[in-house]
């Protein structure tokens, strides 16, 4: 059936038993793709009735949907023309794991961040009713986004807009973790335990014509729903309460374990999984966090609805207070961190690098301009991270490096790493942010012993002459190849540094370079422009020193693959090392 379903015209003429169909064929297609693939897999098997329901009874894409953060978009896409993508595997990357309009014109919005449907809502609304025109706007939120405040603002804004604006809230009880206690989500189980019929209706107090569906899983019910709402004039919420993981035992039972990843026996659910037990940046650090949280009662964790980056399930309980979901509201994260600073406690704030992007202003208004020793773990922040252009993660050296009062760390061993932390979390003085190293743990073998309140003081790990390779982070290990290459091919001992510093520069070892050195080469796994090595560059400018920055184009590199991407950006050791023979000679 899916395979003959070009568009959501081809669904329309189906009867009410090939409607159940299609439902089945997606649901399998879902668990064939993902448990091969890997993916987001609990939030798209929870929403396959409400998703055929939609393109049933309303006409995308003159009806325009909005999927929040669009993780839940696969069904979507197999009503839409690319079915294959999901039923051939040599056509599984053929799509982007989220709204893409470089797809489809059924994908209004490339979108992969939470809490923006409602905005991005509104603002289509009111274009349509500039121009005249009467289709039907619908977001798709769930009940973990409506934890970010930009969801508020817009709430409020379709609220008042007095149009026609359909608010679809997907509500399982379930963010990526489980959602926190309280506030919203209080509200959402009052709504759910009164089947809609609570006096303390949030949605009808904002002024929604408010409805409520208990099975939200149930394709004949779903579709009355939206037939009843459809072509209305005023600001409509529909509050559905759906399954996460839906008709998949394992992922209805752990539903925090089965948001996303993959691949996993179809059958079991167990995840094939790629690590050997040992260890990893990720295990030392919850290892020390958890060792100051049992020594120190003022020592606290943050996580914006991503707990599973710092602690599991079990960990958490074990902090018990001295952990904080403040679900996924980073700006929330990043300013009650500052809170907690200026009173006494030691915030330790874990946050993937694409999301961190999010809290702009709370950084350097917030964190910086008031100077508080917040502690944050920078996780994803590679080329090596998250691939789809809607969660690239190596942008964050040019938004963070330059904010006053910041100390930006790039460790490149386990040691340097653990030294690190544990002063960040012991200092009074700096906001100190972790570029949580990717990739194979690398250990030295003896503790650092580094005082990193000395500001900015660079580690030469080989002395050499006529070039100076520095190594920032993630790509120390890059630079030492190069290093290699050129000592024992080309008989050159190149000076090899480990900067550890991203917010500043060492200032006398890069005078002190020009007396023996003709060449200074920055690798950096970020993009080059407001980069490190641009840093290096500006305070080298005035000199003889020839400078060269490698590192990633700035660009929204889509589904790359890491290896072609670093090779077109001369990132490998070959091209390095000729680049710098070409230059020396």
């Known amino acids: 059936m899916l395979e003959n379903i070009q568009s959501p015209s081809d669904l329309k003429r189906l009867s009410k038993e090939e409607l159940d169909q299609v439902v089945e064929e997606a649901r399998q297609a879902l668990l064939e793709k993902t448990s091969q693939h890997g993916g987001h897999n609990g939030p798209n098997f929870g929403v396959v009735e409400m998703t055929v329901a939609l393109h049933y009874v309303f006409n995308s894409p003159i009806d325009k949907f909005i999927f929040d953060v669009s993780h839940q978009s696969y069904v979507h896409k197999m009503l839409t023309g690319r079915a294959q993508a999901f039923l051939d595997p040599d056509h599984y990357d053929d799509v982007s794991g989220y709204t893409n309009p470089k797809e489809?014109?059924?994908?209004?919005?490339?979108?992969?961040?939470?809490?923006?449907?409602?905005?991005?809502?509104?603002?289509?609304?009111?274009?349509?009713?500039?121009?005249?025109?009467?289709?039907?706007?619908?977001?798709?939120?769930?009940?973990?986004s409506l934890s970010g405040g930009m969801a508020y603002e817009g709430l409020n804004m379709i609220a008042t807009s007095n149009t026609n604006t359909i608010v679809i809230v997907n509500d399982n009880d379930q963010s990526i973790a489980a959602n926190p206690t309280g506030g919203i989500y209080t509200a959402l189980r009052r709504l759910r335990e009164s089947k809609g019929e609570t006096s303390d209706n949030l949605f009808k107090a904002l002024g929604f014509d408010y409805h409520y569906l208990e099975e939200g899983n149930d394709l004949d019910q779903l579709i009355a729903l939206f037939e009843e709402v459809k072509d209305t004039d005023h600001p409509v919420l529909l509050h559905i309460h759906t399954i996460k993981g839906h008709s998949m035992p394992f992922m209805e039972k752990n539903k925090e374990a089965y948001h996303a990843g993959g691949p996993y026996d179809p059958e079991t659910g167990e995840y094939k999984s790629f690590n050997t037990g040992g260890k990893t940046y990720s295990s030392i650090t919850t290892n020390l966090v958890l060792d100051k949280i049992k020594k120190d009662p003022t020592v606290v964790t943050l996580t914006a609805g991503t707990p599973m980056f710092l602690l599991n399930q079990d960990q958490r309980k074990e902090a018990g207070n001295q952990f904080i979901d403040v679900g996924i509201a980073e700006e929330q994260a990043a300013t009650m961190s500052v809170g907690l600073a200026k009173n006494g406690a030691k915030p330790v704030w874990a946050v993937a690098s694409t999301f961190m992007q999010r809290?702009?202003?709370?950084?350097?208004?917030?964190?910086?301009?008031?100077?508080q020793p917040v502690t944050v773990l920078v996780y994803m922040a590679s080329v090596n991270g998250m691939n789809d252009e809607s969660h690239l993660g190596f942008f964050d050296i040019p938004f963070l490096s330059h904010i006053p009062n910041v100390v930006y760390l790039a460790p490149t061993s386990k040691e340097e790493h653990l030294a690190m932390l544990d002063w960040a979390i012991e200092q009074e003085e700096h906001p100190v942010a972790i570029r949580v190293p990717v990739g194979p743990l690398r250990e030295i073998g003896q503790a650092d012993k580094t005082d990193y309140s000395q500001l900015n003081k660079n580690k030469v790990m080989q002395v050499g002459r006529q070039v100076a390779l520095f190594g920032l982070g993630n790509f120390y290990g890059f630079a030492e190849e190069v290093a290699q290459e050129l000592k024992e091919k080309h008989g050159i001992t190149a000076t090899l540094v480990n900067p550890r510093y991203i917010t500043g520069l060492d200032e006398t070892l890069l005078d002190n370079l020009q007396e023996k050195h003709e060449l200074v080469v920055t690798l950096e796994d970020g993009i080059v422009e407001g980069g490190y090595g641009q840093m290096v560059a500006s305070y080298l400018g005035d000199t003889a020193l020839k400078v060269k920055n490698f590192g990633i184009s700035k660009n929204y590199h889509d589904r790359y693959d890491c290896t072609q991407l670093m090779a077109e950006n001369g990132l490998t050791v070959e091209k390095n090392t000729s680049y710098i023979l070409n230059q020396l000679n």
Do not use: C, M, P
């Open 104 to 144: 489809s014109d059924h994908d209004l919005f490339t979108v992969g961040h939470t809490s923006t449907s409602l905005s991005l809502a509104s603002g289509v609304a009111r274009a349509r009713d500039l121009k005249g025109e009467k289709n039907n706007v619908i977001a798709i939120i769930g009940d973990g």
């Open 359 to 371: 809290t702009y202003d709370q950084w350097s208004h917030d964190i910086a301009l008031n100077n």
